[in-house]
């Protein structure tokens, strides 16, 4: 049975002030929660003090990103070190804004998980295609290109540290969800790929998210899906009672 798993990606939202209200709400509400993993990913600013809340509670600390190297001069860059000195036993790769905005290619994710994974970190890696793909009938080759190029080189004891996120760019920030077929149909392909990268067993044991627009109406049904494993939430993970309502309907 795999563990359904359930991450906010907080984006670039939150002062510390506002992540720390927001963090003790779901603190709260999530105190009875024991069956699903609860992640959080706030902005590098608010790390710190999140853990500070955190630290003894059922919520587990993800950062946004990781740079390869492990020191130096690389303005501007976080590495995994770092992140676990901050408290970070999660990181997100590849998060499709990565990938549009700051040209994120399967080759910098497959560094950065590399990266993470020798730090003994849980990282979760996105892949999804855009709309014009889709319509092109191309979905399942994007995703392949993807799972595969980040995957690159990640041995079968590493994958059991990897948790897979389908994120569809068009339906990220758009109100548009995948139906619940849809994204059955790409994650079960995704398993399928990782049985060939890897073996049945460990294809079988990899949690693969399901991220964009998912809401407290609709995660039920995303979760009902054979290879739906959880849920990687970006706007609906800012409210408390709305990302609590995610995590409680994954259970
Ligand atoms: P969204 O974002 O839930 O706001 O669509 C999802 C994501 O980017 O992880």
Request: hydrophobic fraction near 40%.
């Amino acid at each position: 049975m795999r563990r359904p798993i359930i991450a906010g990606n907080w984006k670039m939202n939150n002062t510390i002030k506002e992540a720390v209200e927001l963090v003790n709400g779901l603190k709260r509400e999530l105190v009875d929660v024991n069956s699903v993993d609860i992640v959080v990913s706030p902005p590098f600013t608010a790390l710190s003090d999140v853990n500070e809340l955190i630290m003894d509670s059922n919520i587990k600390l993800s950062a946004q990103n990781v740079y390869w190297q492990e020191k130096g001069a690389f303005t501007g860059e976080v590495s995994t070190a770092m992140l676990k000195d901050a408290g970070c036993s999660y990181v997100i790769v590849g998060q499709s804004e990565r990938r549009q905005y700051f040209n994120e290619t399967n080759e910098t994710v497959n560094k950065r998980l590399k990266a993470a994974l020798a730090g003994k970190m849980q990282v979760i890696v996105c892949v999804g295609e855009v709309l014009e793909e889709r319509e092109a009938n191309k979905a399942f080759d994007v995703i392949k290109e993807q799972v595969q190029g980040s995957l690159q080189g990640i041995s079968s004891l590493d994958i059991n540290n990897v948790v897979l996120a389908y994120e569809p760019v068009w339906a990220i920030g758009t109100g548009k969800t995948a139906s619940a077929e849809q994204a059955q149909e790409i994650h079960h392909y995704i398993r399928g790929l990782l049985k060939d990268i890897f073996d049945e067993e460990r294809a079988s044991e990899v949690r693969i998210q399901y991220g964009g627009s998912v809401k407290p109406d609709n995660v039920k049904e995303l979760m009902q899906k054979e290879d739906v494993d959880g849920a990687l939430v970006g706007g609906a993970s800012l409210k408390i009672d709305s990302f609590s309502a995610i995590v409680k309907g994954a259970v």
